[in-house]
């Protein structure tokens, strides 16, 4: 363009002729011609229509691939290598670009454009949220796990929340819409989602799903009416798609390093306020999205309290007393084998239920064949078995409080010192932790450590409300029985007169 106004102001204001202009510019006559008389004060470069003469004679052939594949899905349409691959077995010889050059050019008529057009959307204040989840990479633990992110968005403010789980079920896609509407204090009045599997048992004709059931519960509970995006039409909730690309370049870009998904959660909640503080909104450009988050607040449906966030499983205890999730086993007390119990799935743990009373709660493994344990499931089994609790596997890393642990290692001195230790743990369930503990501690302070001293601790004239009687029944050899009150059994054996009575 600078060499065009140079040849024009000599020309037109110099009054220089062709060959002057040429020569003083060191260009071609004729290019000076052409700038004069063409009047244009920029040169635009159009290339010719390229032909490719071997490609020809398969020309038909290729077409008719691409109009079939226009019919099918984006997943099993052909790319132009595959294209050119099949056309060599038809025995074409000419180049790659040839036939690649030809099929964009092809698509690019029969589109029309339509592909990559969109009609922005438009939300009011509480009308809707997006959920959908992503696939992140993190350092859990020292190790490289692979996780999964929901991201629930509000389409007004664009305020967000991520929350990270070991994987995408039921269970997960409940805690996560919980979470977020505690930490929104609201919900929308609809929320938007692709046709996961764990939300859509059907998809039927038109807007119409069958919803799961435990999912249709959450959202009746939330009062909000989830709707399902057409089949492949991720435009649809185009905000949260978008949002799962900038929430992995925001958020976990460098490699997140931490220890637990409880401690992750936390450092997720602080970035997405952060965040939301210092984002400018994208209509609202000299608000941020926490400006305007504040202004939609009102038209949220306020927060309706904690859903139980689980879903149900029936299932049989097994004769080691476990039943079985997801190739983990997880103990229940050993007086329910063989009865049919449910297994709660919570996001981060397991519970059984057995009619309507919940029997054990279990943190939720993220490992595959665990056996995780409740020791105190089996202790009633050991007054049968004592042996089991040397060699037992619940029983390897039992953890108990000190004093126990002290009296414990005082009676592995006697011969039948683990049958001794068993009758003081058989003790915890009627008397409660708290009471044996403190009776060992007692027992420990006054030298005297074996299971009869610690039961004599446990008795009811020790308790701290000394007004109150706490009969015992002593019965004789003879088989005469008595009722005593508030007696310090000190002792396994009573005289009352003349009889001898064994505690």
């Known amino acids: 363009m600078e060499s065009i106004a140079k040849i024009r102001r000599l020309h037109h204001l110099q009054g220089k002729g062709f060959k002057t202009i040429a020569r003083e510019l060191k260009i071609s006559k004729n290019t000076v011609k052409r700038i004069i008389r063409s009047d244009k004060t920029a040169s635009e470069y159009q290339r010719c229509e390229e032909h490719y003469r071997v490609l020809e004679f398969y020309k038909q052939s290729l077409i008719e691939r691409l109009i079939h594949d226009c019919g099918e899905p984006v997943r099993r349409r052909r790319t132009s290598r595959k294209l050119y691959l099949e056309l060599q077995d038809e025995g074409y010889a000419g180049s790659y670009e040839a036939v690649n050059t030809f099929?964009?050019?092809?698509?690019?008529?029969?589109?029309?454009?339509?592909?990559?057009?969109?009609?922005?959307?438009?939300?009011?204040?509480g009308e809707a949220f997006q959920f959908d989840w992503s696939e992140e990479e993190i350092e859990l633990c020292g190790a490289i796990k692979r996780i999964k992110v929901a991201h629930i968005r509000l389409c007004y403010s664009r305020y967000f929340l991520m929350i990270a789980y070991p994987n995408e079920q039921l269970e997960m896609v409940l805690d996560a819409h919980d979470q977020a509407f505690k930490f929104f204090g609201g919900s929308c009045h609809k929320g938007i989602y692709d046709n996961m599997k764990t939300a859509v048992q059907t998809i039927l004709q038109g807007k119409n799903r069958q919803y799961n059931p435990r999912f249709v519960q959450m959202c009746s509970h939330h009062l909000f009416e989830p709707v399902a995006c057409t089949p492949a039409s991720g435009w649809e909730k185009g905000q949260v798609e978008n949002h799962v690309g900038t929430g992995r370049c925001n958020f976990f870009t460098p490699l997140v390093k931490v220890s637990s998904f409880e401690a992750l959660n936390l450092q997720l909640e602080a970035w997405c306020l952060s965040w939301a503080e210092k984002a400018l909104h994208p209509e609202q450009k000299t608000r941020t999205v926490?400006?305007?988050?504040?202004?939609?607040?009102?038209?949220?449906?306020?927060?309706?309290?904690?859903?139980?966030?689980?879903?149900?499983?029936?299932?049989?205890?097994?004769?080691?007393?476990?039943?079985?999730?997801?190739?983990?086993?997880?103990?229940?007390?050993?007086?329910?084998?063989?009865?049919?119990?449910?297994?709660?799935?919570?996001?981060?743990?397991?519970?059984?239920?057995?009619?309507?009373?919940?029997?054990?709660?279990h943190e939720r493994s993220l490992h595959r064949y665990a056996h995780i344990y409740d020791a105190w499931h089996y202790v009633p089994l050991l007054e049968r078995k004592p042996g089991a609790l040397r060699n037992g596997a619940p029983f390897k890393n039992m953890a108990l409080p000190d004093p126990l642990q002290a009296v414990r290692q005082k009676l592995s001195h006697y011969s039948d010192g683990d049958r001794r230790f068993i009758s003081i743990l058989l003790q915890v369930e009627p008397y409660g932790m708290q009471a044996v503990e403190q009776a060992c501690a007692l027992a420990l302070s006054h030298g005297g450590c074996n299971d009869t001293v610690v039961m004599n601790y446990l008795k009811p004239p020790l308790m701290e409300n000394k007004e109150e009687k706490y009969p015992l029944i002593l019965s004789s050899s003879s088989g005469e029985e008595c009722e005593v009150y508030n007696h310090a059994y000190l002792s396994q054996e009573i005289i009352l007169g003349e009889t001898a009575y064994v505690l």
């Open 103 to 125: 099929a964009v050019n092809w698509r690019r008529q029969h589109s029309h454009g339509k592909s990559k057009a969109f009609i922005p959307l438009s939300f009011a204040p």
């Open 290 to 361: 926490c400006d305007v988050f504040q202004d939609e607040r009102s038209s949220l449906i306020p927060y309706r309290g904690c859903f139980d966030s689980y879903k149900v499983l029936p299932e049989v205890v097994s004769p080691c007393s476990l039943v079985t999730f997801d190739t983990n086993r997880y103990s229940v007390p050993v007086g329910y084998v063989g009865q049919p119990v449910n297994v709660l799935i919570y996001a981060r743990k397991i519970g059984v239920q057995h009619k309507g009373k919940t029997i054990a709660l």
